[in-house]
C-alpha cells in the first residue's frame, strides 16, 4: 500500500513538473510577444518626441505568428492567462481605434479636436501597458505556484 502512494505521489509531482516546464515555454514566447507589443505601442504617435529620434514601431506579426502563439496559449495556457491576453488585445484594438482618429482629426486640422483625441488616444495607451503588465503578472504567479 505504501508503495502505491509513493508511486501516485512521484506520478503527480512529474506531471506538476511538465505542466510548469511546458507553460515556462510558452510563456517564455508569450513574454517576448509582448514585449515587441509593448514596443510597437510606445512608438505610435509618442506623447514625446526628440528631434532626429527615427524609430519606428517594429513590424506586426504575421498570421502565422499570431496563429502559433494563440494556439500555444490556448493548449497550455491558464484560462487566467488567457482571459488577460484577450483584455491586452482588446486594450490594443482600443488603441488602435483612437490612433486612427487622431491622425484623421490632425490631417484635418481640428485644433481642439485634435488635442482631445490626442489625450484619448494616449489614456488608451496607458490602458493598454497596464493590461500588458496584469498579463506579466497573471503569468508570472502562475508560474511561481506551479
Same mark, same amino acid.
Given at each position: 500500500?505504501?508503495?502505491? +502512494?509513493?508511486?501516485? $505521489? *512521484? %506520478? @503527480?509531482?512529474?506531471?506538476?513538473?511538465?505542466? $510548469?516546464?511546458?507553460?515556462?515555454? +510558452?510563456?517564455?514566447?508569450?513574454?517576448?510577444?509582448? *514585449?515587441? =507589443?509593448?514596443?510597437?505601442?510606445?512608438?505610435? *504617435?509618442?506623447?514625446m518626441?526628440?528631434?532626429?529620434?527615427?524609430? +519606428?514601431?517594429?513590424?506586426?506579426?504575421?498570421? &502565422?505568428?499570431?496563429?502559433?502563439?494563440?494556439?500555444?496559449?490556448?493548449?497550455?495556457?491558464?484560462?487566467?492567462?488567457q482571459t488577460a491576453?484577450? &483584455?491586452? $488585445?482588446?486594450?490594443?484594438?482600443?488603441?488602435?481605434?483612437?490612433?486612427?482618429?487622431?491622425?484623421?482629426? %490632425?490631417?484635418?486640422?481640428?485644433?481642439?479636436?485634435?488635442?482631445?483625441?490626442g489625450?484619448?488616444?494616449?489614456?488608451?495607451? !496607458?490602458?493598454?501597458? =497596464? @493590461?500588458?503588465?496584469?498579463?506579466?503578472?497573471?503569468?508570472?504567479? &502562475?508560474?511561481? !505556484?506551479?
Amino acid at each position: 500500500m505504501l508503495g502505491w +502512494v509513493q508511486r501516485d $505521489h *512521484e %506520478r @503527480k509531482l512529474a506531471r506538476a513538473a511538465r505542466l $510548469h516546464e511546458q507553460r515556462l515555454n +510558452v510563456y517564455h514566447g508569450l513574454g517576448q510577444f509582448l *514585449e515587441l =507589443e509593448r514596443t510597437r505601442i510606445e512608438r505610435i *504617435e509618442p506623447w514625446m518626441t526628440v528631434a532626429g529620434d527615427t524609430r +519606428v514601431p517594429p513590424p506586426d506579426p504575421t498570421d &502565422e505568428e499570431w496563429a502559433g502563439l494563440h494556439g500555444s496559449v490556448a493548449v497550455a495556457g491558464s484560462e487566467a492567462v488567457q482571459t488577460a491576453l484577450n &483584455e491586452f $488585445h482588446s486594450s490594443v484594438r482600443d488603441f488602435a481605434g483612437h490612433v486612427f482618429t487622431y491622425r484623421a482629426m %490632425r490631417s484635418q486640422g481640428e485644433g481642439q479636436q485634435v488635442a482631445d483625441s490626442g489625450m484619448a488616444m494616449h489614456a488608451a495607451r !496607458k490602458v493598454a501597458y =497596464e @493590461k500588458l503588465a496584469e498579463t506579466e503578472r497573471v503569468m508570472r504567479d &502562475e508560474l511561481a !505556484k506551479l
